[in-house]
């Protein structure tokens, strides 16, 4: 019709995906469009990365004390202000939005704000709130992403049962709290709400916590967890979950009974696609429910999608490289498969954990022998100067050369940028002597552990 109006490249979702794909296609000359149905900035800014940290940034105080009062450094204790808080979160986030806004304006990508649904093979149509607007597309990028999703009979009912989102918004601090899930999202959001006082227990159907991470690592943070006095119930499962008036009530598969005023469940996350019209494109899924792409991130003709819709790391660093590669393919400026290299993944909290590259079990199922060189932080001197000196750094050896980095510890997170050079460049033990390490840091800590004597596991 005569009001669709053209763009070379229409991005639907505003997460790190989409972002970073209209800037660069921007930036590559292409002419743009960007739609969004909720607000700029997706899971990341307003739901997940930024809120989380930002809670846990401002808490960092009232675990630190807790280590310097062991030695009687420090005494009294901290008030959280948990409305304060969310005030604080608001004007945060309003403030990365409004950059955000404006940074599309500067690059010239038009901002489409409703919720886009695919017509054809050229076209979608977005609703607007003065009515619907035809876009017409070269390539369409799909970045709509995930949302929390949870086994049925386990939904969340938005008062006592809350996800990932709920919980986020919480103004009063729940005495009891049960985190049906051990892994990233429930360990962050568990340790801002222990640091506030909160009785934590953990129902976790795999035997042990972060079932992704080493097991040394999955040991380590169950140990200050129960210095914490969190409750661990490891390889239990979750039968029903129920509101009433006075708390949530929780049974497990074992027949158990457990009450908490408010039960997280964060047992995972699902593709958002939900209005977008996936039935007029040849985009297919895969086992798991998320888009299937090929090795270009090509999901049909013309179509990509990329970040947490395609389900191959659910990380916002992932979405946002994926989102970069796409514009460049699309300018013509690489022709070349996707490759994302090692992938950072890191936990946050205390302990923090790290990993990238390859651990023991994966290099054992690939027929190889694992090599290992580690170092416990209680000999670090940032480590101990903060009083807080549980952990380790295990580095992971092929022939000579890094393959694989974890470490769990605080302020271990720091660490992430370092470990994926080294094993993205495959460090031997002269690259290592090739730099100086500042000290005293906690990156000597990695230093260390590259030196240390290398053992088969
Ligand atoms: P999203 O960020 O989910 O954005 C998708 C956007 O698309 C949304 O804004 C949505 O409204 C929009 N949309 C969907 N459908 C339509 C439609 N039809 N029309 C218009 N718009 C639409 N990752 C990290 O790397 N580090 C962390 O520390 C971290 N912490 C996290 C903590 C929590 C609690 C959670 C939940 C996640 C965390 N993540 C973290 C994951 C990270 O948030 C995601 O990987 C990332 O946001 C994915 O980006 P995306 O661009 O693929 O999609």
Redesign the pocket.
């Known amino acids: 019709s005569e009001h669709t109006v053209r763009f070379d490249l229409v991005v639907?979702?505003?997460?790190?995906?989409?972002e970073a794909c209209a800037k660069r296609a921007a930036q590559n000359g292409l002419s743009v469009a960007i739609?969004?149905?909720?607000e700029l900035g997706?899971?990341?800014l307003n739901?997940?990365?930024i809120p989380?940290?930002l809670f846990l940034g401002a808490t960092e105080c009232i675990h630190e004390l807790a280590a310097q009062s062991k030695f009687k450094l420090l005494s009294g204790s901290i008030q959280p202000n948990l409305p304060a808080l969310q005030k604080r979160k608001e004007q945060v986030l309003n403030g990365s939005r409004q950059g955000l806004r404006k940074s599309f304006e500067q690059l010239g990508i038009a901002l489409f704000e409703g919720?886009?649904h695919i017509h054809d093979a050229s076209h979608i149509d977005v609703q607007l709130s003065d009515g619907p607007q035809a876009i017409e597309f070269g390539n369409l990028v799909l970045?709509?992403?995930?949302a929390p999703s949870a086994f049925p009979g386990l939904e969340p009912d938005g008062e006592r049962i809350l996800d990932?989102d709920g919980i986020l918004d919480l103004t009063e601090i729940p005495e009891s709290l049960i985190l049906v899930g051990g892994g990233v999202?429930g360990l962050?959001l568990g340790r801002f709400f222990s640091r506030l006082g909160t009785k934590i227990t953990v129902v976790e159907a795999l035997d042990r916590l972060a079932p992704f991470e080493d097991p040394d690592v999955s040991k380590t943070i169950a140990q200050l967890c129960k210095r914490e006095k969190w409750k661990l119930l490891l390889g239990k499962r979750v039968q029903s979950l129920r509101s009433t008036a006075e708390h949530a009530e929780l049974t497990l598969e074992s027949g158990e009974e457990l009450t908490a005023d408010r039960v997280l469940v964060a047992t995972g996350r699902g593709p958002?696609f939900d209005?977008?019209g996936l039935e007029e494109s040849a985009c297919t899924q895969d086992s798991r429910g998320f888009i299937q792409v090929d090795e270009y991130l090509k999901a049909a003709a013309g179509i990509y999608a990329?970040?947490?819709?395609n389900g191959q790391a659910?990380?916002?660093?992932a979405?946002s490289h994926q989102g970069q590669y796409v514009a460049d393919i699309i300018a013509g400026k690489t022709s070349a498969p996707y490759s994302s290299g090692p992938m950072p993944w890191?936990i946050?909290g205390a302990p923090e954990s790290i990993r990238v590259g390859k651990m023991a079990e994966d290099m054992r199922a690939e027929g190889l022998s694992p090599v290992v060189s580690q170092y416990a932080l209680a000999a670090n001197p940032i480590a101990q100067a903060h009083a807080l000196a549980q952990g380790f750094i295990k580095i992971l050896w092929n022939d000579g050369k890094i393959c694989g980095v974890t470490a769990v510890g605080h302020g271990v997170s720091h660490l992430i940028t370092q470990a994926t050079l080294m094993v993205s460049e495959s460090w031997t033990l002269a690259d290592a002597h090739r730099i100086i390490w500042a000290h005293p840091t906690l990156d000597e800590a990695l230093l260390h552990a590259i030196l240390a004597d290398q053992t088969a596991v």
């Open positions: 639907i979702g505003s997460g790190p995906g989409g739609v969004e149905r909720r997706g899971t990341c739901r997940g990365c989380t940290k919720s886009a970045a709509t992403g995930s990932s999202i962050e958002v209005g977008l990329i970040g947490d819709l659910l990380l916002a660093h979405a890191c946050y």
